[in-house]
């Protein structure tokens, strides 16, 4: 009761405390994962995260399959908000999807049904390849679990279908308009832009992965943006080597011009400079 106390004013240091000396004089596995979950929620309020997951670690080594569905839930939830926090996005969609649908309110002092649908969502949209986002195991269109999970957002649900389909427009769009929420909330704010930023980059790839040129006009309508600022993303992910695109080659200098069709022409990446004209020279040894 006295860890309790401390905690409801506060004094999370000392509610730790507290409850760390419980935890040592717990006889019952019971008490000892009631313990267990006592230290998690305070080191999640502490901001303490890698105390979190050593902690769920230790919870679950101690109560294997044997937990109850609500207290794995939690576990589970405390572990996925802990690894978002140490922007472990991907090891955090997965245990967000992995969530039981049963958690209801038991943990609303921590997170709600509806968050862990939005922020598993979120950070698998930014980190799943397609095959990963479609796998029936650990993925998401066809993991019947994590599309029961996804529920409690269909909206979030909705953008990773369109986003499978190719419908970027709309994805990037919807994005932006919970953007402002996503900014207000406690635990997704520090992480929104680069999310966003993540799964932009993947849609630009993904994009022009099927294609040996790109028309610059299209795809600029197509992702929001400027023809200019197209480029500008673009030679940033040729340049670290995240995107090949065809090349004309003239001697040892691989010179791709975005002109008057706006249209790529490269296979290789390399280093990029940006002239005067708007043309773009890669300079870069060949393979």
């Known amino acids: 009761m006295l860890g309790e106390l401390h905690y409801d004013y506060g004094d999370l240091n000392e509610a730790f405390r507290i409850f760390h000396e419980e935890l040592e004089s717990c006889t019952m596995e019971t008490q000892v994962i009631e313990s267990h979950l006592k230290l998690i929620l305070v080191s999640l309020k502490r901001g303490k995260l890698e105390d979190v997951l050593q902690w769920v670690d230790k919870v679950r080594e101690r109560g294997g399959g044997s937990m109850e569905s609500i207290v794995a839930a939690k576990v589970t939830c405390a572990c996925a908000l802990g690894n978002m926090g140490l922007q472990r996005y991907?090891?955090?969609?997965?245990?967000?999807?992995?969530?039981?649908c049963g958690l209801g309110d038991t943990f609303n002092e921590v997170i709600l049904p509806r968050d862990v649908a939005i922020y598993g969502g979120l950070c698998a949209l930014a980190t799943y390849d397609r095959s990963e986002i479609k796998a029936r195991t650990q993925g998401v269109l066809a993991n019947n679990h994590a599309w029961r999970v996804l529920g409690f957002a269909p909206e979030i649900r909705k953008i990773i279908t369109?986003?499978?389909k190719g419908h970027y427009t709309y994805c990037?769009?919807?994005l932006q308009s919970i953007k402002p929420n996503l900014l207000l909330d406690i635990y997704a704010f520090k992480h929104v832009e680069r999310l966003f930023d993540q799964i932009r980059e993947k849609a630009l790839l993904e994009y022009a992965q099927p294609f040996e040129s790109l028309n610059l006009d299209t795809m600029a309508r197509e992702f929001n943006s400027s023809v200019s600022g197209l480029e500008k993303e673009l030679v940033v992910l040729i340049t670290d080597?995240?995107?090949?695109?065809?090349?004309?080659?003239?001697a040892s200098t691989c010179r791709f011009e975005a002109l008057k069709l706006?249209?790529?022409?490269?296979?290789?990446?390399?280093?990029?400079?940006?002239d005067?004209?708007?043309?773009v020279l890669y300079r870069g040894s060949f393979q």
Do not use: M
Request: aromatic fraction near 14%.
């Open 276 to 279: 005067s004209d708007k043309k």
């Open 172 to 174: 990037l769009n919807y």
């Open 90 to 100: 991907k090891t955090a969609a997965r245990e967000f999807l992995d969530v039981s």
């Open 241 to 250: 080597n995240k995107l090949q695109v065809p090349f004309l080659s003239v």
């Open 262 to 274: 706006k249209t790529i022409s490269l296979f290789y990446p390399a280093q990029a400079l940006v």
């Open 162 to 164: 369109e986003f499978h």
